[in-house]
Structure formats: C-alpha cells, structure tokens
C-alpha cells in the first residue's frame, strides 16, 4: 500500500460515514427531508447536543467524564429563558459565574484527586435544584436575539447545517490547532510528561473545563433559541447523548484521543438515528434498543478497522 | 338554492345521526398522536381508545390515517424532534400529549408554520397556535363538594385526601375542594393528608390521621385514594363516610360491595383516558374547516348511583373506567366553547 490515510483521518472516515449512510436511508424513506426546510427540521435539534458533545468532548480529553452535563444544560436554558432576557446584564453575570464554577471544578477534581464522576454526579443534583428554583413550573421565554439566531434562514444552507460546520470548525481550531488545546489533548495523553515541560497542570485542568462550560453554556442558549422556553428537565437526556456523540464521533474515554468534528457528526448522527427509527415506524419499546444497537455497531466497526491497523503498524 | 339548503341539513343530520360518517371532506388528511409517555395503566388505556376510534375511523374514511407514536423516552427534547419529524411525514393535524407545557413550544411552531393543525390535550403546551383540550382540575374538586352538600345538607367535618405535593393537577383539585368549601360554608376540611395517588400511600396517610381527627362526614379525594382510604376507616370503628371516588377499578368494586350490602351512596370523578379521541375529532373538526376556538375544557367522567354496574362491568380489573368519544362528542364540546 503506498496510500495510507492517517490515523487521525481514518478515525473521522467511519463517523462521516455512518452519518452519509444513515442520511441516505433517510431520504430513502422521507424524500421530503431531502430540501432546505427539511434539513433544518432533520438536524435544528441537533445543535444544542453537538454543543453539548463538543464540551463532553474537552473534559474527556482531560480523561474525566461530566456527568452533570443535562442537568447543567438545563439550568443554562433556565437561567436564559429568566434572566438573560429580563435582566440581560444580571444573566450574563450568571452565566459567567456558571463557567468559572466550572473551571473551579476542574482545580478543585486535580488538587483533591478526585473522581470526576463522583464531583460532576454530585454538582448534577446542585445545577438541577438551582434550575428547579429558577423555574419551578416550566416557562420563560427565550431572548429575542436567541430566538432570531436559531431560526435564522442564511442562504445556501440551513441554519443547523451552517451551525454545525461553524461548531466544528471553532471547535478544531481550539482543541487541535491552539497551544492550550494541545496542553489539553496532553494532559489527557501523559500529563507527566506534560508537567516535566514546564506547564501547570492545574491551570490547563481549569482552563479545560472552563472551556468545557463555555461549549455548555452556548448548549443551553441555543436550546432555548429553539424551544422558545425552558423547563427545569428539558435537557436531561444530554448527559447520556454527549458521552455517546463523543464516542461515536471517534473519541475515547482515555489518553486525550478526540476529534471535535467527529464529534459533531457523531451529534448529528445519534439525533438522525432517532429520526431514522421513527419515519420506520418502530415501536418506542424498541426505539432505544434499536438506538444502542446503531451504537454498537459503529462502535464494532471502528474496533474491527482499529485491530487492523494495529496489525498493519506490526507488520 | 333550497336544495343546497335541504342537501346541507340533511348532511348535518346525517352527521348527528351516524358519528362515524364518511361525508367529511377530510378522508385524505393524515393525522398523528405524539405520545410522550405509555408507562401506566392510564396511559396505556388512552393508546387503546386512540387505535379503536380511530381504526374505526381510518376504515370509514373519515381520515386516511390516524398513526400513534409514543418517544422512548419521557423528554421533551425527544418529544420536539418527534413533532419535527411528523412534519417531514406529510400529516395535516398532529395530536399532542406534551412532556412539557413550554418545551415543545418551538416544535409545534414550526408545525404550526407549515401549515399544520396542532391539537394538545392532557399534557397541554401554552404556545399561541396550538389548540388546547384542557381538564378543569379546579371544577373536578369543587363539584365533589357540590355533590356532597347535596346528599349532605346539614354539612359537617371533611377530610381531604391530596396527590403528589408539588405537582400542578394536586394544587388545581385542592384549589378545587377549598373554593368548594367555601361554596357550602356548612363543611369544613378538618384534615388535609397526601395520598400520591395510590391506594397504599393513601390507606398508609389516613389510618395516620384519623385518630386525631374528629368525626367526619366526608371524603374528598382526587382519584386512586378512596379504596385506601376506605380500608383505614373500616379498620376503625367509625361509620363509613361518603367517600368520593376516583373511577380506578378497585374503588368501583368497593363501591358495589357496599351498595349491595348496605346501600351505601356515593359517587365518583375522573378524567377518562379516551380524551385522546376526542382530541382525535377536534383535529378532525378543524381539518375539516369548522371554526374551533383554542381552548377548549373536557368533560369529566362522572359515575353516579344508577350507572355503577355499567361503568364497573366495562373497566378492566386495575384499570381506569373510561368512555370514548364519538364525532358528535367532539361538536358538543366545540359548541359549547362557543
């Protein structure tokens, strides 16, 4: 073989094209989707979790896992659908105060050495009492601007589409390209080897998941651009969803191996799969079955390409 | 022009007279029920009623399909990709039981833009253009009351049986029974316990409360707490007051048991779960052009003395009793809105 793709290209060739194929089958049975209007109403959903995946995404990079990611969607759809748009100043403070909490929580999982799992379940039930208290009965209503962003028609392509790319596009830039997304992507990789070089761990642990509740944040608003008010429960599937949109999207739970398009695909991908399921008309007892089993066959077929390349490494 | 005239009122009679016609203009429209959850015996109640009426109707001509779809999941964000996919469906009328009266807002917008007829029922959802089937929880409570200063005139102690705190049908009912109790100022709630609505919970709470209590005359509660609350006060040597049920199965068959033995008089108050088809011929209604206003209030299923042993012979054993409703229904609603 003189042509290899890399590894990096080969770990978004099977995402993409899951994605393409499930597309297809789509299309096949709903030719109406297969039109602007339809690929918005396809993929809007889509935005918000592939937000929510890419900051999964940053804290699994740091071989953590957030498992406060849906409550605190939630409390950010609360807190724009209340203050943001009543009090725009005070919402902002908010929503600042939310980011820095989280990059607190980073400091604070690396200096106790803790398990990200036990802090982020516990602050899970912290972020969805704060959002039952905003919002006791669903309600608000959601910033004009938010509103306006959301259903945005640009030209060429809809708005989730267009939203997608820019995600991913952003995201790249700052977890492959910048230096503190290579710190990251390293802490999660050695991070001894990374402090021996002279950085502070703790600081880019922060930074992490500072990063990882701006991507939250941003989850929250355009969810709530899209619903148009907020309910204390309204993103509590996200948790689950990220985690899952990560993997599928080519990432791994340890050694700082993640890829920010993928991740996106992988968003769109698990929020296609249930449409893919619905327009086949398959009972909701089911759904979920069938929705773990596309997950696990994408992931078979990545392990299946993996040991191959590992044989092709020992040859 | 009279023959159009007589052609119409021979038409709208035919349509009082046979429910299920296939005059309506509107056998090719598509309709679908977005379900958000199918976990209890309620809820699978109502699917059951939708698939019956609606088959019957589907097989009529009434409309060319009536499809269920139940999400996985009780999430509204799910539920809001369901509603967007039944856009891309083609249907005319999307029927709605929402997991949240707010989160859905966006979606049934974007149904709404397209051109389609959104009817929520049970599970309503505030946004402007969709149609809204609503229960009156609060009159559900006060009539109980109302009932009882009939058979009661001279009043007495009451003890009130709520639901699950917190949650918006317990605030409507209890709202209900103190307006009530304001109505017939001759009772007065002495006691105030919550059953969850369950007969375990409920039998649990009022055994807890009644030796405290004293006596009482009346039971106010708001559905799956009478049969509980009838065991704990047979466990004591008090008389058996009137206790209001809740139409679930159990509490009928107690009913019946007592009615035969020593003719005891009560009577019994719930949502039925078939509401899902009428808000099946609501849709239908509005597809076919009649002008329906957007808030519209179901009625209750209320079973007295006489209609007992009808109403107990057709509920399931742990089930809800339920009635389903037909074309005509739906008009008597609409009109009443009016």
């Given at each position: 073989m003189t042509f290899r793709l890399s590894s990096d290209a080969m770990r978004l060739a099977i995402p993409a094209l899951s994605l393409t194929l499930l597309l297809a089958a789509v299309f096949w049975l709903?030719?109406?989707?297969?039109s602007y209007v339809g690929l918005n109403l396809l993929f809007n959903l889509a935005v918000p979790i592939a937000l929510a995946t890419i900051a999964q995404m940053i804290v699994m990079a740091v071989n953590d896992l957030d498992l406060s990611m849906g409550t605190f969607v939630s409390f950010i759809a609360c807190v724009t659908a209340t203050f943001l748009r009543d009090t725009p100043v005070t919402g902002v403070l908010i929503l600042v105060g939310a980011i820095a909490t989280y990059a607190g929580l980073g400091v604070v999982i690396h200096l106790r050495n803790l398990p990200s799992i036990v802090v982020t379940l516990g602050m899970s039930f912290v972020w969805g009492g704060l959002a039952v208290l905003l919002l006791p009965a669903p309600g608000g209503q959601s910033p004009d601007w938010v509103r306006w962003l959301m259903t945005v028609k640009p030209p060429l392509a809809p708005m989730a589409i267009v939203a997608s790319i820019i995600i991913a596009a952003v995201a790249h830039l700052v977890v492959m390209r910048s230096s503190l997304g290579v710190l990251i992507r390293g802490i999660g990789g050695n991070p001894r080897s990374v402090e021996r070089a002279g950085w502070s761990i703790v600081a880019a642990r922060g930074a992490a998941y500072g990063l990882a509740g701006f991507f939250a944040v941003l989850a929250g608003i355009a969810l709530v651009g899209l619903t148009t008010s907020a309910d204390a429960n309204i993103a509590l599937r996200y948790t689950l969803l990220s985690i899952a949109g990560v993997i599928l999207g080519?990432?791994?739970?340890?050694?700082?191996?993640?890829s920010p398009i993928g991740a996106v695909i992988g968003a769109l991908t698990l929020t296609l799969a249930g449409s893919f399921l619905s327009f086949l008309r398959i009972s909701a007892d089911w759904q979920i079955g069938a929705q773990g089993a596309i997950l696990i066959i994408v992931l078979a077929f990545r392990l299946m390409l993996n040991r191959l390349e590992k044989q092709e490494k020992g040859r | 022009m009279t023959i159009r005239k007589m052609l119409l009122a021979s038409a709208a009679i035919a349509c009082a007279a046979m429910p299920v016609s296939a005059f309506a203009d509107t056998s090719t429209k598509k309709i679908a029920l977005s379900n958000n959850y199918a976990g209890n015996s309620w809820r699978q109640a109502m699917l059951t009623s939708w698939e019956k009426v609606t088959g019957e109707g589907v097989k009529a001509g009434v409309v060319a399909a009536a499809d269920a779809f139940t999400t996985a999941e009780n999430q509204a964000t799910e539920q809001a990709a369901q509603i967007q996919n039944m856009i891309l469906q083609g249907y005319d009328a999307i029927v709605l039981n929402a997991a949240s009266p707010t989160a859905l807002n966006g979606a049934v917008k974007e149904a709404c833009d397209a051109g389609i007829t959104v009817v929520s029922f049970d599970g309503i959802v505030t946004e402007p253009c969709a149609w809204r089937i609503a229960v009156d929880f609060k009159e559900m409570g006060r009539s109980q009351v109302e009932y009882l200063s009939k058979k009661l005139p001279d009043g007495g102690n009451l003890l009130e049986i709520r639901g699950l705190a917190g949650v918006f049908v317990d605030d409507e009912i209890s709202a209900g029974i103190h307006e009530g109790a304001k109505q017939f100022p001759q009772f007065k709630i002495v006691g105030s316990v919550h059953g969850d609505w369950a007969q375990d919970v409920a039998q649990k709470a009022v055994a807890g409360i009644l030796p405290s209590l004293p006596d009482i005359v009346g039971v106010v509660t708001q559905g799956g707490d009478g049969y509980g609350a009838a065991q704990a006060i047979a466990a004591t040597d008090r008389k058996m007051p009137i206790i209001v049920m809740g139409n679930r199965e159990d509490e009928l068959k107690w009913w019946k048991e007592q009615k035969d033995a020593k003719g005891y008089e009560t009577m019994s108050v719930s949502i039925a779960p078939g509401v899902s088809t009428l808000a099946f011929w609501v849709a239908q209604q509005i597809l076919d052009g009649k002008e329906v206003k957007k808030d519209l209030v179901v009625p209750f299923l209320r079973i007295d003395q006489d209609n007992l042993e009808t109403n107990l012979a057709n509920t399931q054993a742990g089930g809800v009793a339920n009635v389903e409703y037909t074309q005509e229904d739906a008009i008597k609603v609409i009109e009443s809105a009016k």
């Open positions: 709903q030719p109406r989707a297969m080519g990432g791994e739970f340890i050694g700082g191996r993640v | -």
